[in-house]
């Protein structure tokens, strides 16, 4: 059974750097056809894909997002991580980290979510 689970600050302030990690048991983030990503979702709005991480270290990030996103991995832990630079309140969200199947084929899938992790940004 793939298991995901978030850790990070539940508080950032304004202008500093939000980093999230996700440690992933159950299956090596290095296993073929699969890929990582971070979900958030701001209150009261929709789902916001933020980036992703393959099997292979390719990356791939949210054109509006992509100047302030890192998305990395340790493969030592068996952990992939979110920078988010430069955070403002418009940043507040709850942050899920979620597997994706058919990386590179496709269809994507998205089958396992962490539980998500909330975080304010605010001074």
């Known amino acids: 059974?793939?298991?995901?689970?978030?850790?990070g600050p539940g508080l950032v302030?304004?202008?500093?750097t939000l980093s999230l990690t996700c440690t992933v048991?159950?299956?090596?983030?290095?296993?073929?056809h699969y890929a990582w990503s971070w979900i958030r979702q701001p209150?009261?709005?929709?789902?916001?894909?933020?980036?992703?991480?393959g099997y292979d270290d390719s990356t791939y990030y949210s054109p509006?997002?992509?100047?302030?996103t890192s998305i990395s991995r340790d493969t030592s832990k068996n952990q992939f991580s979110l920078q988010l630079r430069s955070v403002?309140?418009?940043d507040t969200a709850a942050y899920y980290?979620?597997?994706?199947g058919n990386?590179?084929?496709?269809?994507?899938?998205?089958?396992y979510w962490g539980q998500g992790t909330q975080v304010t940004v605010s001074s």
Request: with cysteine.
């Open 43 to 53: 209150p009261g709005q929709g789902l916001e894909w933020m980036g992703v991480i």
């Open 13 to 16: 302030k304004p202008s500093q």
């Open 103 to 111: 990386y590179g084929a496709g269809p994507y899938v998205i089958d």
């Open 25 to 32: 048991s159950g299956q090596s983030i290095t296993t073929m």
């Open 97 to 100: 980290c979620v597997r994706v």
């Open 88 to 90: 403002t309140p418009e």
């Open 1 to 7: 059974q793939v298991q995901l689970q978030g850790s």
């Open 64 to 68: 509006s997002l992509k100047s302030r």
